[in-house]
Nanobody, 123 residues
């Protein structure tokens, strides 16, 4: 099982970006998916999670109102729409599958991780 996050890049403060998460050998439609990020020199931070029924759990107050998670089960893709980006959003962003069948209360294990995608917010 391999997850792949994509869509990162260099943007300016205030810009928007949409990240995508896809998987090989795993049907994402059957799983809850979470988004995480890790900034340079900092610990990994949980951001938000979406269940198979599109219920959303936000783990980070810093992204509420700016980041939105969604999924397209036909395409087998989960998205993270990021608006009003700030320099402090600069990080490598990862998607992951929780060991639980739904979005868990943290701390909780996430068992499948993929390579991340770098988002840099700078003027």
């Amino acid at each position: 099982v391999q997850l792949q996050a994509s869509g990162g890049g260099l943007v300016q403060p205030g810009d928007s970006l949409r990240l995508s998460c896809a998987a090989s050998r795993l049907t994402l439609a059957y799983y809850a998916i979470g988004w995480f990020r890790q900034a340079p020199g900092k610990e990994r931070e949980a951001l938000v999670c979406i269940t198979t029924r599109d219920f959303t759990t936000y783990y980070a107050d810093s992204v509420k109102g700016r980041f939105t998670i969604s999924r397209d089960n036909v395409k087998g893709t989960v998205y993270l729409q990021m608006n009003s980006l700030k320099p402090e959003d600069t990080a490598v962003y990862y998607c992951a599958v929780p060991a639980a069948t739904t979005c868990p209360n943290l701390p909780a294990p996430f068992e499948y991780w993929g390579q991340g995608t770098l988002v840099t917010v700078s003027s």
